[in-house]
């Protein structure tokens, strides 16, 4: 696949091309109407389901009612009742996360500025691969040779003959130990592209009018943001990378497993004190 690669070097350059047109044209449409797609594909998640069941009541509505062995009418009825829920459903949560929508519109439209006024957080991405797999390559053979390490055991029984790889102690140690690490690494790249990210978003964000508008320093200034954030990581904060990857890896799963209490327990409190908050809190202006 790799070697054949070449044959269709110019339409993989028209692909790639037309991604990047494309992807530029998306960013522009979310940053004019993000508050109109989300509206829009809302709707439309309510309405389908809505249609549906609307079609399969007037498709049991031609039925006989009467026949209640009629599996042709009990699955009509079934899938009515079904898309009736899920649009409630639908409208029971957008309700309840109006707030939280209207929110996400606004870091749409203030990530696609944030990403028009400095190009270089596009390059992010691209740096958090490299380090993926610089890192991960390494211990992926490890562990793909120590699986490989096995001892091959045949065994026959009434159905045939059958293979069983089976490994010593200390090999199910190694694999453990190399898995536990591949993930760790993998959960620690995942924070330092957030940081930097959330590093390049917050000083662009932060930066006075006066030097947004007249700086002639701010332009070279952004797009060395991402070197910034990237140095700013590396010099002070991978001690708490690493720490806080170990800690989300170790205890994810007892965390998926007690949410539904933490919400349940700490819900109206939190409630509270936001509502609290946004009383106290002065009135700004969006992007000072």
Not at 118 to 143: D, G, H, N, R, Y
Not at 152 to 159: A, R
Not at 169 to 184: D, T
Request: charged share 15%.
């Amino acid at each position: 696949f790799i070697g054949s690669v070449h044959k269709a070097a110019g339409l993989n350059f028209i692909g790639a091309v037309s991604a990047c047109l494309v992807g530029l044209f998306y960013m522009y449409f979310l940053k004019a109407c993000a508050d109109l797609l989300i509206q829009a594909s809302l709707h439309v998640m309510i309405i389908v389901p809505l249609a549906l069941a609307v079609w399969n009541i007037v498709d049991l509505w031609q039925l006989d009612w009467a026949v209640v062995s009629n599996l042709q009418a009990r699955k009509h009825l079934f899938l009515a009742l079904l898309f009736f829920a899920v649009c409630g459903c639908v409208c029971c949560a957008s309700r309840r996360l109006s707030t939280g929508i209207k929110q996400a519109s606004g870091c749409i439209k203030a990530s696609c500025e944030c990403i028009f006024e400095v190009p270089s957080v596009l390059l992010e991405p691209f740096c958090s691969m490299i380090v993926k797999v610089a890192t991960c390559a390494p211990l992926l053979w490890c562990l793909v040779y120590l699986a490989a390490s096995g001892k091959m055991v045949l065994s026959t029984d009434d159905t045939g003959v059958h293979r069983n790889m089976t490994f010593t102690p200390e090999i199910w140690a190694y694999l453990l130990y190399v898995a536990f690490m591949l993930v760790w690494i993998l959960e620690s790249v995942h924070h330092y592209s957030q940081f930097v990210t959330s590093y390049v978003a917050q000083r662009w964000y932060f930066t006075p009018p006066e030097d947004f508008e007249t700086s002639r320093n701010y332009e070279n200034e952004t797009c060395c943001l991402l070197c910034d954030g990237v140095s700013s990581c590396l010099c002070f904060h991978m001690g708490s990378i690493f720490y806080s990857s170990f800690c989300k890896l170790v205890f994810r799963v007892p965390y998926w497993l007690t949410k539904p209490l933490q919400e349940c327990c700490f819900d109206g409190e939190v409630d509270a004190r936001s509502s609290a908050a946004k009383r106290k809190a002065p009135l700004v202006a969006p992007g000072i």
